[in-house]
C-alpha cells in the first residue's frame, strides 16, 4: 500500500500526525484502537491534480478512538490521537524504519522531548516576572521627585506625536482580534 507523506509528533499523551494533502474533500478519517483510516480527496505532494486518497496507518500502541479528532485545512489534514496509556512511543509505527522512510517522517516544528515537556516555562534567563517589571511605570512611584519642576519654561515645544496618535490608538488591537478566534 502506497501511504500519504505523514509527520508525527508526540506528548506523554497524545498523537499529532499531519498529513500533507492540500485542498482535501470528502475527507473520513475512522479511528480503532490501534488504527487510523482516512479517506477523501486531495492533491498529494507527488501528483498536481486531485485524486482519490486511501490510506491506513497502523499504531505502534493503542489509542483512545473517541478522543481522537482531525482537522481538515487547506493544506494538510491534521490529527490529534488521545493516547490509551501516558508514556513516550518514539516510533508511531511498528515497522523498520527502512519501511516508512519514503513517507513517514517526525514534524520536527510540533515536536517536544521528554524533558522538554517536564521543564517549566522560560523564565527568560531567570529575570523574573517581566510583567511586573514593565508595569512600574517609570517616575510615578518615586518619591520627591514632585511635578518635574523646571519644565513650565517650555511652552513652545510641542509634543508632535500626539497628533499621529490621535484616532489610531486602537487600530493595532483591532487588526489582531481575528488571532483569538
Known sequence: MTHLPTKWAERKDKLYITLQVSGATDVDIKFTEKTI????????????????????????????????????????????????????WNKLVDQPTSRTANWL?????LWKDEDDEDEAPAGFGDYGDLSNMLNMGGMGGMPGMGGLGGMEGMEGMDDSDDEEEEGTAEAPAADLKDLDK
Open 105 to 109: 517522517s517526525v514534524d520536527w516544528n
Open 37 to 88: 483510516s482516512i479517506t477523501g480527496k486531495g492533491i498529494t505532494p507527488k501528483s498536481s491534480e486531485p485524486h482519490d486518497l486511501k490510506d491506513e496507518i497502523t499504531l505502534l500502541k493503542e489509542i483512545v478512538p473517541e478522543k481522537s479528532t482531525f482537522k481538515v485545512l487547506g493544506v494538510a489534514i491534521q490529527v490529534c490521537a488521545e493516547k490509551k496509556e501516558e508514556g513516550y
